[in-house]
Every structure is written in C-alpha cells, then in structure tokens.
C-alpha cells in the first residue's frame, strides 16, 4: 500500500518538524539572553554601606569586628574622624542642583571664556572665578544623561546600568550606599528645596522639605520661585548642615526655546543671584564664627542646541561642578587648562571633605586641587581612602585580584626607582599600580624628618595613585557602559538564524497543506495569486519594522496596530462581500445558506471593527497626546460610582456572554453542564469581589479581601486546570449525543465516513470546551486583577475574540488559516495597546500585582504583573484552542488516510508557528534597530523601555502556544487512546461470542 | 473562457450604456479637476482661508463645487438608458451622497478619526466629499444595480471604459486617504498632523494621479478594442 509507506513517512516528518522547532526556539532564547546580557550589562553591586572598615587597608586581615550598629551618630562622627586623620574641612555643605545647566555656560569651552552675554549674565560667580575663591569643573555625566540617574550617580559616585534603572521601577528610592546617607548617619540634618526627585530617591530623610513637581514644562518662572522664596528663611537658621537646593527652571526653558533662549540669560542671572546670596551669608557666618560653609553648585547634565537631553552627546554630558568657598589658595587653578573630572567624581571629593566614609560603589576619584588646604600627608591619607575603596570595588569585579598575596608583595622597590610600566594580566596591572603607589607612600612617610625637602619625591606619590585611580576609574566606568561586540554578534545571528529557520518552516508547512488540498484544477489558479489580504498581512510587518526606527512610531504604536487591524478587517469585509454574488440569483437552500453564512461573516466583522474603535478610545495611550481627553478620563472624572456600575455591568455581561456562547454552540451534555456551573460559581465570585473589595485597592487590603481572591485563584485555577485535563476522557461518551444544533454535527450520513470523522469530530468538541474555559478563565482573573477602569476593555476583549471565532467558522476556506490567525494575533497587540499599555515603562500596573498577595513575594507579583500587561495577546493566543476547534477542518477529511500525526499538524500548524514566526521576526528586527540606535538620542528613554517590551511578549507567546500544542496534543492522545480501547473492547465482545 | 463572458458583457453593455471614448474620459476628469481646483482658488481668494486654517468650511466649499459637476456629468453614462431617465439618474447621485458619505464616515471613524462636538462638521464635511469621490458617481452610473457594485468596489474588474473611471478614482481617493493618515501620530507638532487635514491631503493627490491612471487605461483599453476590433 502506497499511503502506509507515505503515512509513517509522513509521521517522521512530524516529529522531525516539532523537534527541529524546538531546537529553533531554544536557539532563539540563547541568542535573545545573550544580546540582552551583552546590551545591558549588570555590573556586579556590592551591598552594604560603607563603615569604619573603609579606613583600614583592604589588604590588611579584617581584624576589629566591632559591633558599630550601636554606634550613636556622634560617636560614629569622631570615630571617622579619628580613624581618617583627616579633619573635616567643612562644617555645612550647601548643594545647588541648576537642572540642564552646560558647563560651557560658566567655564566656557576649550579653554576660552563663554560668550559675552552668558558672562554678563553671571557677573558674581564669574568674579568669583576669575578671583580663585570658586574653583569649576567640566563634570562628564554619563548617559542616560536624564535627572534621576544623573543624581544618583553625584551622590553615590556609581553609574547604574539601564537594567537597573528598569528593574527598579517600583521602588524609587535609592537603596545603595550614598553620600546622603552617610551624612544621616552622622546624624547631619537636611533639608531639600526643589525637585522632588530627592523625595523619591531619599524619603524620609530631609528635616524639612518643599517639593516642586518638573511635570510642568511650561513653566519656567514658578517653579524656581518655590524654591528661592525658602532662601533667605533657611540662611539664617543653623538647625541643618545640608541644604540641597534644586532649580529646574533652566532645564525648562532649555525644553522650550534651546540653548539660546531669550529666556536663558535672565535664567542664569537669577542663579547668579541666588549664588550671591548664599555667598555672601556664608562670608557672614564665618565672620560670626559659625562654622565655614561649603557651596557646591553642580548641573545633572547638559543639553543639546534644541535644549533635549538624554543621549551622550558633549553638550549634553557636559555638566557642571563649581566649588565656592575652599580655603585654599587656588591660584594656580586659574594657570592650568584642562578643567575636566567626571561626575561621580563629586562623591568621594565631598565624602573626604566632610569626612565621611565613600559610598561603597564609587567609581570616581577625588578632584585633587579642592585639598589643597591640606597638609601633604593628609591629602596622600586622602588619596590613599579613595584608592582603597576603589580596590575593594576592583576586588568584587575582579575575583582573582589580591593584592595582599600577590607576588608584588615581595618585591623590593630601590631607592627612587619607578616602574616604567605595568604589564600583563587586568588583576597584574591593578594591582601593581596599586603597590607602587602604596610603596612610594609608605617609603615617604617613613623619612619623618624634614619632609619639606623632598617635594619632588612628594609629587611621584601623588602622581602614581593619580595614576592608579584613574585606571581604575575608567575600568570600573567602562564597565558599567560597555558592549561586548562578539556577544552582541554571535546573539543576533542566533536570533536571525532560528527566524529565517522558522519562516521556512511556516514555508513548508504552508506547501505542505495546500498542496494536500489542491483537489480540483480550478483552486490551483486561485491559490497561485496573492490575495489582498494576505499580501496586507505581510506587508504590515514590514512597514512596522521600518516604522519602529523612528522614535516617535515607537511612541505611538497604538495607532499603527489599530489602524492595521482595523484596515485588515475592512479587507476581511471586502472579501466577505466578494461572495455575497449567488445569494441573489438562487433561492434553493444551499443559496440561502450561503447568504445567511456571509451574513455572519459581515455581522462579525462589523462587531470587530465597533469595539475595536471603542477600546482605541478607552485609552489615549502613548507618550505625545497623553493628555488627550479619552473614555476613561472621562469616567474617572464623572465619578467612582459610575466606574464601578461599568465594573459590575462588564462583569456581569462577561459570564452571560461566555455562558450563551457555551450553551448555544456547544452541546449541553452533563459534563459540559458541570464546567458551565462552575464557570458561573467563579463568576459569581468575581461579581462579589467587585461589589465588595474594589474600593480598597489602595487601602491596606483586608484579610477578607485576599482570602476571597485567592478563593477565585483557587477555584478559577481547578476549572480550567480540571476541564482541561478531564474533559478528553469524556468527550466519547456525550458525542454520539450531540444535538443536531451543534456547530459540530456530522454532515454526512454515510456510517464509513462517519467512523473516520469520528476522532476529528471528537477532537474538535473536545478542544471546544476546553478553549472556552480557556478564554472565560482568563477574562475572570483579568476582571479582578485590571483596574477598575478596564473592565469594559476585557469585556470588549471577550466579544472580540468571539466574533473572530464566528468569522472564522463561517469564513471557511475562504482564507488562508494564517491569514486569519494572523489577524487574531494582530487584534491582540491591538488590544494590548487599548489597556492602556504603551512602550514606556510608566504604564506598568504595579499596584495590580499585589492583589490577593498576603506575603510579599517578588516571584507571584512578578508573575501577577505579567499577566496583567499582557493580558490581551495571552487571551488571543489561548484562543487558539477554540480557534482550532471551530474552524472548519473538512478539507482534512478529504484524504481519509492522513496519519492521525499529520492531522494533528495540519490542524495545529498556523495557529502556533504563525504567532511564533510573527514574534520571532519582530524580535529580530527589532534587536537590529536597538543595535543601530545604539548611539541615538533616546535610547534609554524609547528604544530600551520597547526593546524590554518585545522580550517580554516573546515569552508571553512562547507561554501561549505551549500550553496551545500541550492541550490539543494531549487531547488528541486521550481520544486516540479511548478509541483504541473501544476497538479493542469490540473486538474482544466479538471473539466472546 | 473569461474572453467570451467579457465580450458578452460588453456586447450586452453596448446595447443599454453610452460607451465612452478616452478623450471624453479625459474631460470628464479634466472637469473633475478644475472643480477642485476652483474650490481651492475660491477658498483662497473669496474666503481667504485654506484647509489648514478652516478645513471645515474649506471641505463643504469642495464639496458644493464638486457635487453638481460629478453628479452632472456620470448621470450622463447611466446605465438602461431606457428605463431610466437623466434626470432619476441625478436624483439617484443626489440620494446616494448622504449614504455614501454615512459610509464613509463609519471607515473613517472605525480607523480611528476623532469622534465629538469639535470635530463633528470636520468629519461631516470631509465624508461629504469622500462620497462625491468614491460612491455618488456609481450610484448615477448603476443606481442599485448590486451585481455591478460588487464588480467594482468588491472585486475591483472594471470591463468597460465608464467603471474604469468610476473604480480607479474611487480607489484611487480611498488608498490616498489611507496613506494620508500616516503622519498623524509622528510628533512633528505641525498643524496639518490634525484630523482630517492631512487625509484630504492624501485624498486629493490620490483622486488626481488614479484620474490620470484611470484617463490612461481608457485610452489603452480603446487603442486595444479598436485593434482587435479590426
């Protein structure tokens, strides 16, 4: 027999595609984990704070384990004191923060003066510089050059990378080891006047605070008037030691008009003047003997000639340090050329000053020239500290460096001689620039007598830790920002492999079916053209490809997706009206059904496209037209009640929806009325909890409110895990049964026939019900889960998947299945968009992960959080089982003899590999585009946030056609197994007779 | 075998329709284009506004000007010519305006254009003219012949010269529209990103190059038949 040989070739060829998929999405995962770890590196941190230990050498033993908790904060002052022996320079700092300020602005460029207006629009702090009572710096920032990264790295000297800042969403507060801090614990009081950004990183620790929102970018005035209108109050009390001042004003008209605003000049006159101020009541309080005040005037970052910032352009990460009022003598500060240090570099310069330890992470080195009032061995006591923390940082990323045991240690430095260079190894060369420096330290302090005299051997000391802080400095930086080419490669070209794999695969596929379908001459014409549909399918991918290299597109991809899948179900309705034609003219039955059949067809569509247009209107979405008036907006202003009617309203036509649906089409048999009740009870749960608990979301929630929606957890997980399971091993019982009105009734009378049909028929009601408790499951946990405000989307979310199955069903063989599929996967990113998702990370529903949580657990949120950002395309991809089972699969019944493998293929194939191969060549391109953004402007604000988006939907489809293909494959061995035993049984009852 | 069911078609055609010759086809556009373009000069110089300043009224002016020249022209090239008179042609191009411009507006607003008081008369205005593009000339032309309805607009088979002029231009208006609203969510901040600015944008420029098209495959289609025909 020809067809026997053919079928288990045919099964070969089965299993060969399902393991060579797997090898391709595991191929796929490996390249995506690779790309990422290499795009966004995660520097190793050390935890912890820095304590008195940062005084002691780290290449001495530990030996001292003092319990230092206890320490009072005065006791822990002079304990730092004592232990530095270097005697804080200062007794109040004040930090003016002047948001987007160029250091161009003030220190001019490349050694030239600024221009002449920005000169005259600063005329005290130009004085101030030209008489060396201020020393400024070119502070480098690095990127993302945006305010609150910028922040953090001046006050804990580290540079975070962006999987920090992304992963770190939900707490704002900045839990490293900074210069706040351990001013706190010394026990200084602080207070803040500014942006509230310093609430966020550090609450709880000002002893007085006022904070000015940035939302406002309009305002340039205001802003910075909510800040001054405290100077002059706070000048004259001396209850605190750190005053941050935080004017925004400047960053503002940057945003508005550029650098060369008309705005700008009066702005910078206004700084100038607050300078002044402080400056000249500080000069009163020294008088007075109260304590020498330190004024440190510094910008976050630059900005570009349009006054944006973010990227890692000069203008933009040239930002400023000014220092006012050192004591020493800085004349020669104004001799020398080169005025450039590094932003984090202010950390460990005002942790010295103020003798503090340096916050653990800090990669920055101590600007040397604002020692100098220092005697000679404490500012190489100073440089030592600094060297210190840094090699404990060195040690942490380096675990094979240890300078204590290196061989260096034995090495015996003669009298006045250098090494030249240091070779070798990363760990070698540290370290060796480290024992230098330490040796020519140790070798100077040890001629007690007449240091004076040995100036020259004072200044190689200092120039070789100069040296070995800067290499370091730069090391650890680079780290934090640096790609490894060949990963980002070797990932990408794993990526590109497994999709070009993949699309051959959906390729063949898509040969092998339709050439199995090709039965009368006449379809082979048909088939060889591309239709319109099909051809907008693709063409859909590639426009968004090209569409995401723009910054804005990524923005506003809501549009594109409902524009798209708005566009593609009008083309859905072209082709419905294409074959309205016969309906006319005939009026036998056949006809009549025909038309009834379009009828539906349009009828779906047209439901599709209305509550599509309502949930495109239920969010503005995007970052641009936020502030757009839209449904929800509008809801939420007219009052809580009438979102909670909505709440209860969707809730309520959720299960009355699902029901009707289950018990018009499906047939109502025992089982399937036992998974209907318990759909109800769940439902019914779900009502309660809306009636009861929504309003106290935000409150604490009580232990009735948790143990209620883990009652729903509970009893949603039981049905949908228990029909899914249990529903195959019934379904041979109750389908001889089915009433006629089923969708799935048998057409044919012939009982031949009938028995090969039988298993798909079996299959496909089977695989019905279990879809659809599928989809009603999922909608449930969504409508406790979402925000109040959602409820009418999920809803919509329901009738739309349910008239794409109806669509589907009466559409036939009209379309391509991939076709269709593809436009089911395209309503789910639509509708992903219309939740109220967007490609930034702001729109993240963090307060949804808690429900029904009664311990903190970062995992279940995690995975609470995930399903509630990816709730629409989860719902669209679980679909797929009903999608499978209404569709019509009498063309697989053409060819009686198929292998049971090879229908299992057929019937599978699109609904999995379309969503795959669809993910898989957004992912690639995207990768791609992140790589040639690499340099751009937003980066880490739109491209990043997007790229974090495309990996987690990755998952999510992963996620989705797994448990697809795990649930028709299961079933179909169940009934394949049931029909087995059946034969066998009958064949027994035979040969008993 | 498709041969022979044209050929019947057009025979059949022949008998009930005034067949047109490329040159009339290129007045007719011709006319079609100097409406739209006296609208516009109208604009600018009675009113002084453009479609960026006042786009409503602009879209009605188009309209107005448009509406008598279309429906005046097609009604000529009805089809059963003797069942039907020029003048139920008119009225049937006057009906199928407000239907054709409810149907529009439904494709314009499911693919996202702006719904409220604000925009109300912009839609209203601009689905007018969208009508007078795409839907009125076929309803003068074939009034509620379905069979022809759906030859043009579902399965886009014009046989004849009269549904080349009705389809290509339709769609022509219809594509254009769609590709106009590609800037709008680009955040460029310019004033035309508004709905249904830069649409027309997108409609005008379609109508005029598929009006080209549409003059250029009649002329094709004539030299073709008069060669075959010899």
């Known amino acids: 027999m020809p067809f026997t040989g053919q079928g288990n070739q045919s099964s070969l060829v089965y299993f060969l595609l399902i393991r060579s998929l797997l090898v391709l999405l595991a191929l796929q995962m490996v390249g995506l984990s690779i790309f990422v770890f290499g795009f966004f590196p995660v520097k190793p941190a050390l935890s912890g704070v820095s304590g008195p230990e940062s005084y002691r050498s780290p290449t001495s033993p530990s030996n001292q384990n003092q319990s230092e908790k206890d320490l009072s904060s005065n006791q822990r002052r002079s304990l730092y004191q004592e232990l530095s022996g270097i005697p804080p320079s200062f007794d109040r700092l004040i930090l003016m923060v002047i948001d987007g300020l160029p250091a161009e602005f003030v220190l001019g460029k490349d050694g030239k003066p600024p221009c002449k207006t920005l000169m005259e629009a600063m005329p005290y702090t130009q004085s101030l510089l030209s008489t060396g009572m201020a020393v400024g710096y070119h502070a480098k920032a690095a990127p993302p050059t945006v305010t609150m990264p910028r922040l953090k790295a001046m006050v804990s000297g580290a540079i975070g990378g962006f999987l920090d800042v992304a992963f770190n969403f939900n707490t704002q507060a900045l839990l490293d080891d900074n210069l706040l801090d351990q001013f706190f614990k010394i026990g200084w009081k602080m207070v803040m006047l500014g942006d509230e950004t310093w609430l966020k990183l550090f609450p709880g620790l000002f002893l007085r605070h006022d904070g000015v929102s940035s939302f406002f970018v309009k305002d340039t005035v205001q802003v910075d008037q909510n800040v001054s209108r405290h100077l002059p109050n706070e000048l004259i009390k001396h209850d605190w030691d750190l005053l941050i001042l935080h004017y925004l004003g400047l960053d503002h008209v940057g945003h508005i008009g550029g650098r060369n605003s008309l705005l700008m000049a009066p702005k910078l006159k206004e700084m100038d003047d607050v300078v002044k101020m402080i400056h000249t009541s500080s000069i009163l309080n020294q008088a007075n003997n109260n304590g020498h005040t330190l004024l440190v005037v510094v910008s976050d970052h630059g900005m570009t000639e349009n006054g944006n910032h973010g990227g890692s352009s000069y203008e933009e990460t040239d930002s400023l340090a000014l220092f006012i009022g050192l004591k020493s003598d800085v004349s020669d500060y104004l001799l020398s050329k080169d005025h450039t240090v590094f932003q984090v570099d202010i950390a460990p310069t005002l942790a010295l000053l103020f003798g503090v330890p340096i916050p653990k992470n800090n990669v920055g080195v101590l600007i040397s020239r604002t020692f100098w009032h220092l005697t000679d061995d404490q500012q190489l006591r100073a440089l030592e500290l600094n060297s210190w923390q840094l090699l404990r940082l060195l040690e942490a990323q380096l675990p094979g460096l240890s300078c204590g045991s290196s061989p260096y240690d034995g090495l015996i430095y003669e009298q006045g001689s250098r090494i030249s260079k240091c070779n070798g190894s990363l760990e070698k060369v540290f370290c060796c620039l480290y024992m230098h420096a330490a040796f020519l330290h140790s070798s100077w302090m040890s001629k007690e007598v007449s240091r004076s005299t040995y100036r020259e051997e004072y200044s190689a000391v200092v120039a070789a830790y100069h040296e070995f802080l800067r290499t370091a400095s730069e090391w650890l930086s680079r780290r934090a920002s640096d790609r490894p080419v060949n990963l980002l490669a070797f990932g990408i070209a794993a990526m590109l492999l497994s999709t070009l794999l993949l699309l051959g695969l959906i390729f063949f596929i898509c040969k092998e079916v339709y050439v199995g379908e090709k039965q009368n001459p006449s379809d082979l014409k048909k088939t060889s053209w591309w239709h319109l549909d099909e051809a907008f399918c693709v063409g859909v991918i590639l426009i968004l490809v090209l569409s995401m290299g723009s910054s804005s597109m990524v923005e506003e991809e809501q549009y594109l997706w409902h524009f798209f899948s708005c566009t593609l179900n009008f083309l859905f309705m072209r082709k419905a009206i294409q074959s309205v034609q016969g309906g006319r003219a005939g009026k036998n039955f056949s006809l009549l059904k025909e038309k009834n059949r379009t009828g539906f067809q349009i009828g779906s569509i047209f439901m599709l496209l209305i509550s599509g247009r309502v949930m495109r209107g239920w969010h503005q979405g995007g970052v641009n037209w936020t502030n757009l008036p839209d449904i929800s907006k509008w809801l939420e202003q007219a009052g809580s009640d009438h979102v909670k009617s909505i709440q209860l309203f969707s809730g309520l036509l959720v299960i009355i929806l699902s029901l009707a649906s289950l018990f018009i089409v499906g047939s109502n048999t025992k089982f399937v009325l036992v998974v209907g009740f318990s759909s109800l009870m769940s439902g019914l749960l779900v009502i309660l909890h809306l009636i009861k608990h929504q309003d106290s979301m935000f409150a604490p929630s009580s232990y009735s409110a948790t143990l209620l929606v883990q009652t729903i957890y509970a009893l949603v997980g039981t049905v949908t895990l228990g029909t899914s399971v249990a529903l195959p091993w019934f379904t041979t019982s109750w389908i001889y049964n089915a009433s006629s009105n089923s969708i799935f009734h048998i057409s044919t009378s012939n009982p031949n026939e009938l028995r090969h049909k039988s298993l798909l028929l079996e299959l496909r009601s089977a695989l019905f019900v279990i879809g659809w408790t599928y989809i009603v499951s999922w909608c449930l946990l969504q409508l406790v889960l979402q925000q109040p405000i959602n409820s009418m989307p999920i809803l919509l979310l329901l009738v739309q998947v349910l008239a794409s199955m109806i669509y589907s069903f009466y559409s036939g063989l009209h379309h391509k299945q991939w076709v269709e599929v593809a436009a089911i996967y395209y309503l789910g990113i639509a509708g992903h968009f219309a939740l109220g998702n967007s490609n930034s990370l702001a729109t993240i529903d963090v307060a949804g992960a808690f429900i029904g949580i009664s311990s903190h657990s970062t995992v279940l949120s995690g995975v609470l959080m995930f399903m509630i950002t990816y709730a629409s395309p989860m719902l669209v991809i679980l679909s797929m089982v009903m999608y499978i089972s209404v569709k019509d699969s009498s063309h697989l019944s053409f060819s009686l003899n198929l292998e049971s493998g090879q229908i299992l293929l057929r019937m599978l194939g699109f609904p999995c590999l379309v969503p795959l191969g669809l993910n898989s060549i957004l992912l690639t391109a995207y990768t791609f585009i992140l790589l040639l953004m690499r340099n751009h402007l937003f980066v880490w604000s739109v491209f990043s946030p997007k790229y974090l988006y495309v990996c987690a939907s990755t998952i999510c489809v992963y996620t989705g056609v797994f448990v697809v293909a795990a649930t028709t494959i299961y079933t179909h061995l169940v009934l394949l197994l049931q029909k087995r035993m059946r034969i066998s049984a009958h064949a027994a009852n035979h040969k008993h007779f | ?230």
Not at chain 2, 103 to 113: E, K, R
Not at chain 2, 145 to 165: G, L, V
């Open chain 2, 1 to 230: 075998m498709k041969k022979k069911k044209q050929q019947k078609a057009k025979r059949e055609a022949k008998g009930s329709a005034a067949s047109v010759c490329a040159a009339e086809a290129f007045g007719i556009h011709l006319i079609c284009g100097l409406g739209l373009a006296v609208a516009f000069w109208a604009a600018r110089n009675f009113y002084s506004i453009n479609l960026i300043s006042n786009p409503s009224l602009t879209l009605r002016l188009i309209w107005v000007i448009e509406c008598p020249i279309v429906i005046l022209l097609y009604s000529h090239y009805r089809r059963n010519r003797q069942k039907c008179s020029y003048l139920k042609a008119v009225g049937r191009g006057l009906m199928g305006l407000p239907v054709g411009a409810l149907v529009n507006a439904f494709g314009a607003i499911a693919l996202g254009a702006p719904v409220g008081i604000k925009y109300l008369p912009k839609t209203i205005n601009w689905s007018l003219m969208m009508s007078l593009f795409t839907v009125v000339p076929a309803t003068s032309v074939f009034g509620s012949s379905w069979a022809d309805w759906q030859r043009i607009f579902a399965h886009t088979k014009p046989i004849e010269p009269i549904d080349y002029m009705i389809c290509i231009p339709a769609h022509g208006a219809i594509i254009g529209a769609w590709f106009g609203a590609w800037p709008m969510p680009l955040d460029w901040e310019r004033p035309w990103q508004e709905w249904p600015i830069c649409v027309t944008y997108g409609v005008i420029a379609g109508y005029l190059v598929a009006m080209v098209a549409s003059s250029g495959f009649v002329l094709l289609r004539g030299t073709s038949q008069r060669v075959k025909g010899d």
